[in-house]
């Protein structure tokens, strides 16, 4: 039986048009969180980040084919279906909880028909990933939380940016620990990287969406795509 939220926490994003300082756009997201051990049942610091990611891009978001993968309570990618994406939110299909924590996170917000939920487990090649429908961006929010499944997240990400020319991978991650890397991975599964920086996107603030997330963390943001083949 799937476990009962126990919290719905509410997350406002604002954006005010610079050249007209009384037009301003404002966005609403309800996510229902599980005081629980597991990772994808509670909103982590990262989300937020990435959700101000398509938030400020979210004209760029409009009728592109999004993919969330690890995606627990699915802020960023419900942010990206009310901007106007086609969304399909995943977590791994050996976690019925968190899928079903997905579906009720679009249920919260309207969203239960217009974004497919689907079990996508990293670094294994199921049905649900060998046709995965064609996808623009894939979104990760907080993924590289252990070493031991860094290479899993990269396998599936090469294999579906490999089968979508021009897709790209943004994802947030917290950072833990000073030695962790990615840079021996991302060469041999053939992946580029480049940081971007909060202040492009307007996260480098505190309390972003009004989030009022506990604790103080580095968040950086990365966009992962495949090497041009040589």
Partial sequence: ???VPQHVRKFLFRSTDTRNSTSSECLEVLIPEVVSPSYGMYTWPCAPVLAQ???HHRHSFANRTVLEIGAGTALPGIVAAKC??????SDSGQLPKCLRNCQV???AN???RAVAVIGLTWGVFTPELLHLEPVDIILGSDCFYDPAVFEDILVTVSYILEHNPGAQFICSYQERASDWSLEHLLHKWNLSCSQLPLSSFDADATNIADSNLPGSHT?????????PNT
């Fill in 219 to 227: 968040v950086h943001v990365f966009q992962i795509t495949r090497c």
């Fill in 1 to 3: 039986m799937a476990e």
């Fill in 53 to 55: 990611y398509v938030w």
């Fill in 110 to 112: 309207n969203l239960a």
């Fill in 84 to 89: 106007g994406a086609q969304v399909i939110l």
């Fill in 105 to 107: 996170s679009c249920q």
